[in-house]
């Protein structure tokens, strides 16, 4: 079936350095996410996006994070600057309407390591 | 604010048996999902059901709003069906979605 492929899988960055995940959604797809696991914990909720626009936020989705999708190319996250805690795989999904439903796709996430 | 709980944290099955996930939230239900996570992390979306029962396969929900509950019944388990299993619910408009601690099912030979 479709897939959200997610770039790079595994990242190892500097604390202070900004980092970039990109996500490629499904292609027909108009709502984007973004979500956070720490190694073994619960799967945390980030952001939702819409036509260019974010549409709801958790309190985890700090201020130095941001998100965009420049001209239907990546919908991506960037955090600057990373700090220790944001260590975490971080997931991305899409779907064609809000709230979910069975074609809701998740990709197999980033790896991101702040050392 | 939100509370997403599963019961059992983990489940350990002999090859056949039949098993019953329980996800209960603390506020009413704008909608309701169970997804399958592979050991290794990738999420599928197993059933999208904000109310009433919804079968696939050997896959059954059942979703009770008045109860705030959700259930994910697995009949005949299979070895393949190992992994863990995540229900997420967000309340009504306006709220992100939340997910439960999940239930690790291991099913054995």
């Known amino acids: 079936g479709p897939k959200v492929l997610q770039i790079p899988s595994h990242q190892i960055i500097d604390m202070g350095q900004m980092v970039t995940l990109n996500c490629d959604p499904v292609s027909n797809h108009l709502y984007f996410y973004w979500y956070k696991q720490i190694l073994g914990q619960q799967m945390e909720f980030l952001v939702n996006?819409?036509?260019?626009?974010?549409?709801?936020k958790s309190k985890l989705f700090k201020d130095q994070f941001s998100v965009e999708r420049p001209d239907g190319s990546y919908f991506t996250l960037k955090i600057q600057p990373t700090a220790l805690e944001d260590s975490a795989v971080y997931f991305c999904a899409s779907s064609p309407r809000d709230r979910g439903g069975s074609d809701y796709t998740f990709g197999s996430g980033t790896r991101l390591l702040v050392i | 604010g939100q509370q997403v709980q599963q019961s059992p944290t983990s489940l350990v099955l002999q090859e056949g048996e039949n098993a019953e996930l329980q996800c209960n939230f603390s506020t009413s239900l704008n909608s309701m999902q169970w997804f399958y996570q592979r050991p290794g992390g990738s999420l599928i979306s197993v059933f999208y059901?904000?109310?009433g029962t919804k079968q696939s396969g050997r896959l059954t929900s059942t979703t009770v709003i008045k109860e705030r509950r959700s259930s994910l019944h697995i009949s005949s388990s299979q070895i393949t069906d190992s992994g863990t299993y995540l229900c997420?619910?967000?309340?009504?408009?306006?709220?992100?979605?939340?997910f439960g601690t999940g239930t690790k099912l291991q099913v054995v030979p």
């Open positions: 059901n904000p109310s």
């Open positions: 997420a619910m967000d309340a009504n408009s306006g709220t992100y979605q939340r």
């Open positions: 996006f819409y036509n260019g626009k974010v549409m709801e």
